[in-house]
């Protein structure tokens, strides 16, 4: 199993340029979800999905969308990018939302915008 | 919303001595409660969890403790070595999803 892959590892964008971070899981796992880390407030959440189909807001969702087409696929979706955007973010899925199973992290991906 | 507060932010010890992180969390909903260990460029790895009905758990070096009247939880390291240096963040799980901690940077010294 590859587990969690994130495409690219590292993306420099211009302030209003668009682009799509990719995620996917090879482990059928029923609930994605995708974080931003920044300096000195861990991770935060931005969109979660609990299966195909289902997505729901996180606690920073604003300039961020998402789907879930397929059980392996759930790609983040900067509309305009703003500074702001600028940070590490991480992609992650587990078995399933409820009943403390473990979430496994993809290795990120370093978002730059100027 | 679920709100945790994880301190210290940065812990340094030498090595053979024993660690600990603490973490508070707000929601009395939340039931899961578990560790991660960041290394520099990686995403971060589950180290040890607890569920609320436990109130403790150990796997060889690393155990956590939780107090669910106080509503907090910790991470016990002991015998530290150069390789537990990393980034460590708790997370509690609430009504919707995991709640991170903002992290505390742990230095093992040689």
């Known amino acids: 199993n590859a587990g969690v892959t994130q495409t690219p590892k590292f993306q420099v964008l211009k302030t209003g340029q668009s682009m799509t971070l990719q995620c996917a899981q090879d482990?059928?796992?029923?609930?994605m979800s995708w974080y931003r880390q920044d300096p000195g407030m861990g991770l935060r959440l931005i969109h979660y999905?609990?299966?195909?189909?289902?997505?729901d807001q996180g606690e920073v969702p604003n300039g961020y969308n998402v789907s879930r087409s397929t059980t392996e696929d759930f790609p983040l979706r900067l509309l305009s990018a703003a500074p702001s955007q600028t940070s590490v973010y991480f992609c992650?899925?587990?078995?399933?939302?409820?009943?403390?199973?473990?979430?496994?992290f993809g290795p990120g991906t370093r978002l730059t915008v100027t | 919303g679920e709100n945790v507060e994880q301190h210290p932010s940065t812990l340094s010890v030498q090595e053979g001595d024993s660690a600990v992180i603490k973490c508070t969390y707000s929601?009395?909903?939340?039931?899961?409660f578990p560790w991660y260990k960041q290394e520099l460029g990686k995403g971060p790895q589950l180290i040890i969890d607890?569920?609320?009905?436990?109130g403790e758990k150990k796997d060889q070096r690393i155990a956590v403790t939780l107090n669910k009247t106080a509503k907090h939880f910790s991470l016990h390291i002991t015998e530290t070595q150069p390789e537990d240096s990393a980034v460590y963040f708790c997370?509690?799980?609430?009504?919707?999803?995991?709640?991170f901690g903002s992290g505390t940077r742990l230095q093992v010294q040689p």
């Open positions: 482990m059928n796992h029923e609930y």
């Open positions: 607890i569920r609320s009905n436990v």
């Open positions: 999905s609990v299966g195909a189909g289902i997505t």
């Open positions: 997370a509690a799980r609430g009504r919707r999803a995991l709640t």
């Open positions: 992650a899925s587990s078995y399933s939302a409820g009943g403390g199973y473990e979430q496994y």
């Open positions: 929601d009395s909903a939340s039931n899961y």
